[in-house]
């Protein structure tokens, strides 16, 4: 399986820690976020990663390079310093990316969500798979709903959930998107009122890496759970 690392933010939110580093490279417990999963990719078996990026991309390239000091083979997909939102970006890359289903995961969330789980195949009527968890502080009303009966995820219901950022698609789910900016919520929302996204809640350990605040609060709660264990 391959895997791709949404890099492409500017990070506005995070300001000034972003205007001379990409969000991806900000360091947390020692060492840059998009490290964190690259190496948890590695440990799933996933060799093959693409890195999107667009403001200060050059740095993320020079930074890891061709991957080889991580064990996996990185390739890049430039998308100039505006970028092309979630969709556009995935659609860009697609060529790198294989004709098997492949895991995505956003670069500016932290967690401990294990990747193995999703090395794997799709079900047949399947075009995408999502990862939700509990709703945080600043998303109180949550993305989709879930069907606890037919594991669907659904565009909404009586319990919200959050969309973690971590997914597995069939190249296929994106011949429906058209080239340039393009976001990635319009599209699931129409592929499941088909039923053709599955998912899975995940209650471990997930933050969304938004602001320098919640930079500090997920740098703490790792360093508890890096302790428990």
């Given at each position: 399986?391959?895997?791709?690392?949404?890099a492409a933010g500017r990070g506005e939110r995070?300001?000034?820690?972003?205007?001379?580093?990409?969000?991806?490279?900000?360091?947390?417990?020692?060492?840059?976020?998009?490290?964190?999963?690259?190496?948890?990719?590695?440990?799933?078996?996933?060799?093959?990663?693409?890195?999107?990026?667009?403001?200060?991309?050059?740095?993320?390239?020079?930074?890891?390079?061709?991957?080889?000091?991580f064990g996996v083979q990185l390739q890049y997909?430039?998308?100039?310093?505006?970028?092309?939102?979630?969709?556009?970006?995935?659609?860009?890359?697609?060529?790198?990316?294989?004709?098997?289903?492949?895991?995505?995961?956003?670069?500016?969330?932290?967690?401990?969500?294990?990747?193995?789980?999703?090395?794997?195949?799709?079900?047949?009527q399947q075009t995408a798979h999502l990862v939700?968890?509990?709703?945080?502080?600043?998303?109180?009303?949550?993305?989709?709903?879930?069907?606890?009966?037919?594991?669907?995820?659904?565009?909404?219901?009586?319990?919200?959930?959050?969309?973690?950022?971590?997914?597995?698609?069939?190249?296929?789910?994106?011949?429906?998107?058209?080239?340039?900016?393009?976001?990635?919520?319009?599209?699931?929302?129409?592929?499941?009122?088909?039923?053709?996204?599955?998912?899975?809640?995940?209650?471990?350990?997930?933050?969304?890496?938004?602001?320098?605040?919640?930079?500090?609060?997920?740098?703490?709660?790792?360093?508890?759970?890096?302790?428990?264990?």
């Open positions: 399986m391959r895997a791709m690392i949404l995070m300001r000034p820690l972003t205007d001379h580093l990409p969000k991806p490279l900000l360091p947390v417990a020692g060492k840059p976020l998009i490290v964190h999963h690259i190496e948890a990719l590695a440990q799933a078996g996933i060799r093959q990663i693409v890195i999107n990026h667009a403001w200060l991309g050059v740095l993320i390239e020079q930074q890891l390079g061709d991957g080889s000091q997909s430039a998308e100039g310093e505006t970028g092309l939102e979630t969709a556009g970006g995935i659609k860009k890359a697609l060529p790198l990316l294989g004709t098997e289903p492949f895991l995505v995961v956003n670069g500016d969330v932290l967690t401990d969500f294990p990747f193995s789980r999703l090395n794997r195949q799709l079900p047949v939700l968890v509990p709703n945080p502080p600043q998303h109180p009303l949550g993305d989709f709903a879930f069907d606890h009966s037919t594991a669907l995820v659904l565009p909404q219901g009586e319990s919200q959930w959050t969309f973690s950022g971590i997914g597995l698609y069939r190249p296929e789910f994106f011949t429906q998107v058209p080239a340039g900016k393009q976001k990635l919520a319009p599209f699931l929302r129409q592929a499941m009122t088909q039923g053709q996204v599955g998912g899975e809640l995940y209650n471990g350990f997930w933050a969304d890496i938004g602001t320098p605040e919640r930079l500090a609060q997920a740098e703490q709660q790792l360093a508890l759970l890096q302790e428990a264990r």
